[in-house]
């Protein structure tokens, strides 16, 4: 056989190991730059922006009355973001669910889920809107303000990033997994982000540690208590570190002679019926004892979970009990 068949002029040979290296490579810059991790610029990752662009372009303002979300899931799919509609509901009910962002970047009215883990309804039962914060990231796209860059069909524009006038990586937070990288920024309070992003204006030299007088740590919407300031101040100075969040629980005596303990606030992406169910399940296995009852009395107010403890019963025993057994 001549060497021409061998090898045709049309082909050329590769090695597996440059080819394999190439590929993923390619692949995990796919999932780090349009998929996992948000830009921060404006805090967003691609199908979050693609859902408040496609709203803004709809019309759906915080002005205005409330739409279908499966027309806005429709609009995103079909426009910008062409992958499942689920994919894009899920991620747009978690920026109405105030358990989950800082600020709410979509008003939803319907059944948008809960604390307690239930899911929210299908996408024809629920309508939304654009949250009011959500105008001071879009504000001005009309002028020129960021680039655009063709869709997936090419047949519209979209904006590569949208003109954020506030740090919203760092007042909702962000978490991703891409590939070989990784986020986890914790939310934090508006009104001291802006007090620190205007002491950062006035003093370019300013260190982290006066930045701290600003922005003394995270600010979770379940609240809770962070535990301990020197690793807040580790993840700040060197980008890494990890901290322990413990919810609130204060005493309450009743007329009875009894006391009573009250969960007044839970740490972040804690669900509360299972952390119920914990408590229930070590007062059934007697691994706490002393407890009578348990209450969920939480309503739109907040949270109120009500233990009601026997006669005789040091309450901060059980209070100590609670931290060391259960997700609070």
Same mark, same amino acid.
């Given at each position: 056989?001549?060497?021409?068949?061998?090898? %045709?002029?049309?082909?050329?040979?590769?090695?597996?190991?440059?080819?394999?290296?190439?590929?993923?490579?390619?692949?995990?810059?796919?999932?780090?730059?349009?998929?996992?991790?948000?830009?921060?610029?404006?805090?967003?990752?691609?199908?979050?922006?693609?859902?408040?662009?496609?709203?803004?372009?709809?019309?759906?303002?915080?002005?205005?009355?409330?739409?279908?979300?499966?027309?806005?899931?429709?609009?995103?799919?079909?426009?910008?973001?062409?992958?499942?509609?689920?994919?894009?509901?899920?991620?747009?009910?978690?920026?109405?669910?105030?358990?989950?962002?800082?600020?709410?970047?979509?008003?939803?009215?319907?059944?948008?889920?809960?604390?307690?883990?239930?899911?929210?309804?299908?996408?024809?039962?629920?309508?939304?809107?654009?949250?009011?914060?959500?105008?001071?990231?879009?504000?001005?796209?009309?002028?020129?303000?960021?680039?655009?860059?063709?869709?997936?069909?090419?047949?519209?524009?979209?904006?590569?990033?949208?003109?954020?006038?506030?740090?919203?990586?760092?007042?909702?937070?962000?978490?991703?997994?891409?590939?070989?990288?990784?986020?986890?920024?914790? %939310?934090?309070?508006?009104?001291?982000?802006?007090?620190?992003?205007?002491?950062?204006?006035?003093?370019?030299?300013?260190?982290?540690?006066?930045?701290?007088?600003?922005?003394?740590?995270?600010?979770?919407?379940?609240?809770?208590?962070?535990?301990?300031?020197?690793?807040?101040?580790?993840?700040?100075?060197?980008?890494?570190?990890?901290?322990?969040?413990?919810?609130?629980?204060?005493?309450?005596?009743?007329?009875?002679?009894?006391?009573?303990?009250?969960?007044?606030?839970? %740490?972040?992406?804690?669900?509360?019926?299972?952390?119920?169910?914990?408590?229930?399940?070590?007062?059934?296995?007697?691994?706490?004892?002393?407890?009578?009852?348990?209450?969920?009395?939480?309503?739109?107010?907040?949270?109120?979970?009500?233990?009601?403890?026997?006669?005789?019963?040091?309450?901060?025993?059980?209070?100590?009990?609670?931290?060391?057994?259960?997700?609070?």
């Amino acid at each position: 056989m001549s060497k021409e068949k061998d090898n %045709p002029s049309n082909q050329s040979l590769i090695s597996i190991t440059d080819e394999m290296k190439k590929s993923y490579l390619d692949y995990a810059m796919s999932v780090i730059v349009s998929r996992a991790l948000p830009d921060v610029r404006d805090g967003l990752k691609p199908v979050h922006r693609r859902i408040l662009y496609a709203m803004i372009e709809g019309g759906y303002d915080w002005s205005k009355p409330y739409r279908k979300s499966a027309r806005v899931v429709g609009d995103v799919m079909g426009n910008y973001h062409p992958h499942g509609d689920t994919a894009i509901y899920d991620s747009m009910v978690r920026m109405a669910q105030e358990f989950s962002m800082r600020l709410m970047l979509v008003d939803g009215q319907g059944n948008f889920g809960s604390i307690d883990g239930d899911p929210p309804a299908a996408m024809r039962y629920t309508e939304t809107k654009l949250g009011k914060i959500a105008q001071f990231l879009t504000e001005d796209l009309e002028k020129n303000t960021v680039n655009y860059r063709s869709n997936y069909d090419e047949t519209e524009k979209e904006p590569e990033v949208l003109p954020s006038q506030y740090p919203n990586i760092l007042v909702n937070g962000a978490g991703g997994i891409a590939v070989g990288m990784a986020t986890s920024i914790p %939310p934090h309070n508006l009104g001291e982000i802006i007090d620190g992003t205007i002491a950062y204006i006035n003093n370019k030299e300013i260190t982290i540690a006066q930045l701290m007088k600003h922005v003394p740590g995270p600010d979770f919407p379940t609240g809770g208590i962070i535990i301990g300031k020197d690793i807040i101040k580790q993840g700040y100075n060197k980008g890494r570190g990890s901290f322990k969040i413990r919810g609130e629980i204060s005493i309450e005596s009743l007329k009875n002679g009894r006391e009573r303990l009250v969960i007044t606030s839970i %740490p972040y992406q804690v669900n509360k019926s299972v952390l119920n169910e914990r408590i229930a399940q070590l007062v059934r296995e007697k691994k706490i004892e002393g407890i009578r009852d348990i209450r969920d009395e939480s309503n739109r107010e907040g949270i109120r979970v009500a233990i009601d403890l026997r006669n005789g019963v040091e309450p901060e025993t059980i209070k100590r009990q609670l931290y060391k057994n259960t997700q609070i």
